[in-house]
């Protein structure tokens, strides 16, 4: 097993990144049974209960620490510990039942991961800090033949790594034997959201036309690290197939890929039938070709790039927004004895406005120099990409919540909330919106509740000031939160270390 310096030298990376990740098949978890599964260096448990829902839960019990997975019981959507009979919903983890006490102790509870079952995979969301899980829209059926599926396990790398292949067209003749590899206008990005495309020209021997080169276009979106759909486009032969990639991973060294394989249908079923085959074996021969150079590799914080190398620092800098944030540096964000004169007040303000949510993540490690991102330009060929459209949300009120006023802003708050971020806090967060439809109001955040409330608090740990349009134009997306603050739009009074923790608080969408 690798050892953890050897994992930090390999992966510097600032943990696990969060994200939707898959852990199973949905065939592979039967009802009636229990699974232990290994995945983010824990040890888990997936069942199927009573209703069929699948749960993913923590494998140990709170109680005396005994694993479920060794003699427990399943019981309607609950799970019954085999060591002293406690009894906990598969939802959220909560105990249900102690046999021999009236009371059930209040800290009761298995730690139950969000699970969304769909497109035949059960993905868990991952996030140590307790976020909110962002949409995860379901693949279109209609026209598109079932998927075939392969397993990877055990893969010696990293999600990270694996994604930044999306961008890494050089690779593409050395390893897949692809000719004039290229982006295809500028990578786009939305949030958790990027989207490449990819143009080259291809071999055909993998699929059975050993005397032809094919015209290959891939459309590829990622959603976190951990979830990859890639469009491909054989043109000269109009053919469509879709590539469904799932990266998860078993610890810090290590990973789990998941594949799944569709075509689009033709109106000939055997002809439909023979080129999924085709595609399907193309793809579990030629993608595994980068596996022993991921296995073998060490991640590059500052690597040496050639003009010819994909938008890497793009893609990287993207990467950041799934790690903690990386403590505030005094270049950055000083502690609150620091004098300001130290470190400038222009550093303070963009660390302040970056914590907000107004402006680019703070880098962790893993993030690429600033020359990397300036260096790259797309071919002078290449045609944009369209924007990408929202993702449609899973359940009413996942979706990005726009505003149309300050009034709405003040309406949507509590639903933009994230209680799990607020563990420890005790501070008063006051908005102060002037202008046309301006009004003032405060959010008193104690331990996890929040309780909003029109008017002015008498000592408020931070209060922000704007103008409500302008605030509007900043929630939705439509004025750059960092110019509005530097152009004197905006200006944040009170407490910098407690304003920092607004971005998690209540988040834009």
């Avoid at 994200?19 to 949905?26: I, K, L, Q, R």
């Avoid at 592979?28 to 199927?48: C, E, Q, W």
């Avoid at 053919?239 to 799944?260: C, F, L, M, N, W």
Wanted: net charge negative; aromatic share 8%.
């Amino acid at each position: 097993m690798t050892s953890p310096s050897t994992a930090a030298q390999r992966f510097p990376f600032a943990g696990l990144p969060k994200g939707w990740f898959v852990v199973a098949f949905s065939e592979d978890i039967t009802p009636g049974k229990l699974h232990s599964l290994r995945y983010f260096g824990r040890d888990l448990i997936a069942f199927r209960g009573e209703s069929g829902r699948a749960h993913v839960v923590d494998a140990y019990c709170p109680h005396l620490g005994a694993h479920l997975g060794f003699g427990g019981k399943i019981e309607g959507d609950c799970i019954r510990c085999p060591f002293h009979g406690w009894k906990f919903a598969g939802s959220d983890g909560r105990c249900v039942e102690v046999p021999y006490a009236d009371r059930i102790p209040p800290k009761a509870a298995l730690e139950a991961m969000p699970t969304l079952e769909q497109d035949g995979v059960i993905h868990v969301f991952h996030d140590p800090a307790g976020g909110q899980p962002w949409p995860l829209p379901a693949m279109e059926t209609e026209g598109w033949t079932g998927g075939r599926t392969i397993l990877w396990p055990g893969v010696r790398s990293h999600p990270q790594e694996v994604c930044e292949n999306t961008v890494d067209t050089a690779h593409i003749g050395p390893v897949h034997d692809g000719r004039g590899a290229h982006v295809k206008g500028t990578p786009e990005r939305a949030g958790e959201v990027m989207r490449v495309q990819i143009n080259f020209e291809a071999s055909g021997e993998l699929v059975g036309m050993p005397d032809q080169m094919n015209d290959v276009h891939l459309d590829v979106t990622m959603r976190g690290l951990g979830w990859l759909v890639v469009h491909t486009f054989v043109a000269n032969v109009d053919v469509h197939a879709r590539q469904r990639i799932y990266v998860t991973p078993v610890d810090e060294t290590t990973i789990d890929i998941r594949g799944v394989i569709h075509v689009r249908k033709t109106d000939d079923l055997a002809f439909t039938e023979e080129l999924h085959r085709l595609f399907y074996e193309a793809y579990c021969s030629d993608f595994p070709k980068d596996f022993p150079i991921w296995e073998n590799k060490r991640y590059l914080g500052r690597p040496v790039l050639a003009k010819g190398d994909g938008p890497i620092g793009i893609y990287r800098r993207w990467c950041t927004q799934f790690y903690p944030e990386a403590e505030p540096s005094l270049a950055l964000a000083p502690a609150p004895d620091v004098p300001v004169a130290q470190v400038g007040k222009r550093g303070v303000l963009r660390s302040l406005i970056e914590r907000l949510g107004f402006g680019s993540p703070t880098p962790t490690r893993s993030s690429a120099p600033a020359s990397e991102i300036d260096d790259w330009e797309p071919p002078a060929n290449s045609q944009p990409v369209p924007k990408l459209e929202p993702a449609p949300a899973n359940k009413p009120g996942a979706s990005t919540i726009t505003v149309t006023s300050a009034e709405d802003y003040y309406a949507t708050l509590e639903r933009r909330f994230v209680p799990a971020a607020a563990k420890g806090v005790d501070a008063v967060f006051q908005w102060e919106l002037t202008g046309a439809g301006g009004q003032t109001f405060h959010a008193v955040v104690r331990n996890g509740t929040i309780a909003v409330e029109r008017g002015s608090h008498p000592k408020p740990t931070v209060t922000l000031e704007m103008g409500a349009d302008d605030y509007v134009k900043v929630i939705n997306g439509e004025l750059d939160g960092m110019r509005a603050f530097t152009s004197g739009k905006g200006k944040v009074k009170g407490s910098v270390t407690v304003a920092m923790k607004m971005r998690t608080l209540f988040p834009a969408a």
